[in-house]
């Protein structure tokens, strides 16, 4: 989701007062769905009516007001103060927020030619904007004489947050450059706008020109029926009726790796999704990822910062790059040790087999579900008719529900992200409207991979009225097909909680200014703190019903989920940290030479002593972490596991849904999430600082 420092968080179900003045003053188009209030249930945008026309002159007109807002802030003769400064440039920009969460968030979801075109347009003009304001020497000069006088000012806690962070983001934007300097600084962003976007776009191109077809039903063998009819379903789409595609999409490939026989088709369908973006490949990532990395290192340069990673971790937890890998090394080595443990095993269920072969990692998931089974008598699909995607919503919303008091009425007749979209309306436990929920679940060739959770519209208020969030939930999960409904893997019902997790963050929000900030390092503890409860023997009982008698999962399968708790947690933890360790040592290059991108990841692979039997869970040229807001970021999710494990051990010292821990990291976390200290929140909550035990013990690694 789109989010610069100075292009605000604004709301858009209400139109500022100024609204109709500003239709006069800058001849807005009626007709145009952005230039006038959203007359929807909740102020929801208005999907339908808006064309990809629409785009384009609302951006513009967007720009042009806020540059006149920030003028008139600038020009203002009055000495700087909160109020007419800070508050001030908080209000800005109303029009260019609503039309950039919406296009940026159509654009995620939803795109064609039309929006790729226009994103690769008004990608570098709006750089070229949020520079304009943040090397505006004037309004600088405003916001630290504010910065300066903080301690006389008698500021809330919010508003001392939003103050340092936004004076630390005028010195990030390049504010106490040279002229000469700051216009290598705007040269690097226009250049960094462009390059991002085409990254973006190059994943999604090389992830829908995946397609493997299989004629042979004998190449079948193995496979669950619903892959089976999934893949069916997927060649019919494709003019291919009789035949079976395999995707470059999770639903598809992994379930391939898992189950199918056929070992060199095994690795035809791997190297789909492994080999996107290579230099052979009609979208190359190599050369532009090389140049982003380069162009970071130059403008953490410029600001005076030895590396990009420096520059970005000053304002997280972390606060700089040997804290970071510290965590890392701490996890990675008895991660590796059981991974290596694990892959032994392997090797040996190969030679008992009689295979005359080694271990490769498009082999990993097929035998470590032979060793799942022969060790847990558990194959992962047998828990698949367990977790039909309705019946895990609504355990999503029932533990909500338990924790919070909080409620969810579908909404049928509401404006819709996508026609597949379902909304939801949410209550909080006095009755009182929190805000709409939107769920997007099932893959298709407008949507960028993986899951996301974004808003269309973030909590604040405007002149004494609360502005309440729209927020949408965006996944890749198996679609129903061959007479059944969506049936959800292990994984993905995890990843439905996560997702559930970001929407709580942002449905409880309680700022009042419409500016947040939120490290990436602990933007995931409501997440995956939600996680824990998806697996819970409790919260498993109120809605893993199968889908075809409605019996609930039995205890004994409950119990085999329990014992493999920590099962392939070597090869879970090695996978994701090779990418963090590839993510942090892309960003603490020294140099500004565009370096090799392949010879690059294969010496920092080599380096960390990953295993070859392993593969990086994303390799550089379609990692999109790290051009999309995760720059030396990745990192986090670790970060945040360290305080999820750690949270939700309060929770199992209490009771699984103990009213007085619920209320707390409600109050101290999820309220205050954005714009409040993130370390003073975790002490309010816990009483301690973050205790990385509860991690280690619960992925097996200590006892």
Known sequence: MYKKLLIMVAGMGLMLAGCQDQASKYNLDPDNPFFSEFKTPFGVPPFEQIKNSDYVPAFEAGMKIQKDEVDAIVNNSAAPTFKNTIQALDGTGEILNRVSYIFFGQSSANTNDTLQQIQLEISPKLAAHSDEINMNPKLFERV????????????????????????????????????????????????????????????????????????????????????????????????????????????????????????????????????????????????????????????????????????????????????????????????????????????????????????????????????????????????????????????????????????????????????????????????????????????????????????????HVVHGKEIHPVVTIVCNFTRPGGGKPALLSLDEVSTLFHEFGHALDDLFAKNTLQTTFRPRDFVELPSQFMEHFAVEPEVLKTYAFHYKTGEPIPDELIEKMQKSSVFNQGFASTEYLAACYLDMAYHMLKTTEPVNVPEFEKATLERIGLIPEIEPRYHSTYFTHITGGYDAGYYGYEWSAVLDNDAFEAFKETSLFDQKTARSFRKNILEKNGFADPMAMWMAFRGRKPDITPLMRNRGFIH
Not at 203 to 227: F, Y
Not at 265 to 275: E, H, N, P, T
Not at 410 to 425: G, L, N, Q, T
Request: charged share 30%.
């Open 144 to 459: 630290k004489t504010i910065y300066d006088q903080r301690e006389k000012l008698n500021l809330t806690d919010e508003e001392s947050y939003i103050l340092e962070n936004i004076y630390k983001g005028f010195v990030h934007s390049g504010a106490l450059l040279s002229p000469e300097d700051k216009e290598k600084m705007k040269a690097i962003n226009q250049k960094l706008s462009v390059l991002t976007v085409q990254f973006g776009q190059n994943v999604l191109a090389e992830t829908n020109s995946v397609q493997i077809v299989v004629d042979d039903p004998a190449d079948l063998k193995g496979l669950p029926e619903s892959s089976v009819k999934a893949a069916a379903k997927t060649a019919e789409e494709a003019g291919l009726k009789g035949k079976w595609v395999f995707t470059a999409q999770k639903p598809s490939w992994i379930p391939f790796l898992q189950y199918d026989e056929n070992r060199a088709l095994r690795k035809k369908v791997y190297d789909g999704w492994l080999m996107r973006g290579r230099q052979d490949n009609e979208h190359n990532n190599e050369k532009i990822l090389a140049q982003i990395v380069s162009l970071r290192a130059q403008k953490a340069q410029l600001l005076g910062y030895p590396t990009h990673a420096d520059l970005v971790l000053e304002n997280r937890m972390a606060k700089n790059s040997k804290n970071v890998m510290e965590l890392l090394d701490k996890v990675w080595k008895p991660a590796l040790a059981a991974a290596k443990t694990d892959r032994d095993i392997m090797q040996a269920m190969i030679r008992d087999e009689r295979g005359k072969f080694k271990l490769a990692p498009s082999d990993w998931w097929y035998y470590a579900e032979k060793m799942r089974k022969a060790k847990y008598d558990l194959d992962e699909s047998q828990l698949r008719p367990y977790f039909k995607l309705e019946n895990v919503r609504k355990g999503e919303f029932d533990v909500a529900h338990k924790l919070y008091g909080i409620t969810f009425s579908e909404i049928k007749d509401i404006p819709k992200p996508h026609p597949e979209a379902v909304a939801f309306e949410v209550k909080d436990a006095d009755g009182s409207h929190l805000g709409v929920l939107y769920q997007d679940y099932y893959p298709r060739a407008g949507k960028r991979q993986g899951a996301w959770c974004g808003t269309y519209r973030d909590h």
